[in-house]
């Protein structure tokens, strides 16, 4: 019986630890504006909306937000630009260029979140953490099933880009198999070595 008891005890002491109450002062503002979001279904309340918070803040290791208007992730200098701006500058590129210029951001996004992050992209079995950074970042959801990459909701509509971006990225290849969004890529046999190494 004391056995229990001094258990019970124990794991009451954890329980304690483990729990920490934080008392959050908002101003007014704050308040109405948190309170619009859960009234309009946006949120179902404070606590999940401060935890999505944070798993943003660490997910955008926005604490390399060194001052209003410039955010560093790691190497890299991240611009919120609208999906507007993106689509003219690719307009005015010759579509013949459009797989090379993919590549060549893959390649540029391999490069920082290897030195960022410590992921090796080529590693399939990163996949899944390479997949999460790029839609915290806002280009799109993906997901991989079997030989397939899937991209939902990609911010760039053009499957050439996405191609030449995801190959230089993950260093693959890959077989266009929509053009349109939600884009499927299939991956090349060889491509599935190279990757898995």
């Known amino acids: 019986m004391q056995e229990n008891d001094k258990r019970i005890e124990e794991l009451l002491k954890k329980n304690?630890?483990?729990v920490r109450r934080t008392t959050i002062i908002l101003?007014?503002?704050?308040?109405?504006y948190i309170?619009?979001?859960i009234r309009e279904g946006k949120e179902p309340g404070i606590k999940p909306l401060i935890s999505k918070m944070?798993?943003?803040?660490r997910s955008m290791m926005i604490y390399d937000w060194h001052f209003p208007g410039e955010y560093y992730c790691g190497i890299s200098r991240i611009a919120f630009v609208n999906v507007e701006f993106i689509n003219i500058l690719i307009q005015h590129i010759?579509?013949?260029k459009w797989r090379e210029i993919g590549r060549e951001m893959g390649e540029a996004a391999r490069i920082s979140m290897e030195a960022t992050l410590g992921i090796q992209t080529a590693n399939r079995g990163?996949?899944?953490?390479?997949?999460?950074r790029l839609r915290v970042q806002g280009f799109g959801d993906f997901y991989l099933k079997d030989k397939y990459i899937l991209v939902k909701a990609p911010f760039i509509s053009y499957s050439e880009i996405w191609a030449g971006f995801l190959e230089g990225l993950l260093r693959t290849e890959l077989d266009i198999r929509t053009s349109t969004a939600p884009f499927v890529f299939e991956l090349k046999e060889k491509a599935d070595s190279v990757a898995d190494e």
Do not use: A, H, I, T
């Open 35 to 37: 309170d619009s979001l």
């Open 27 to 32: 101003e007014k503002e704050e308040r109405e």
């Open 94 to 96: 010759p579509e013949k």
């Open 54 to 57: 944070l798993d943003v803040y």
């Open 126 to 132: 990163k996949w899944k953490e390479v997949f999460k």
């Open 16 to 18: 304690k630890k483990s």
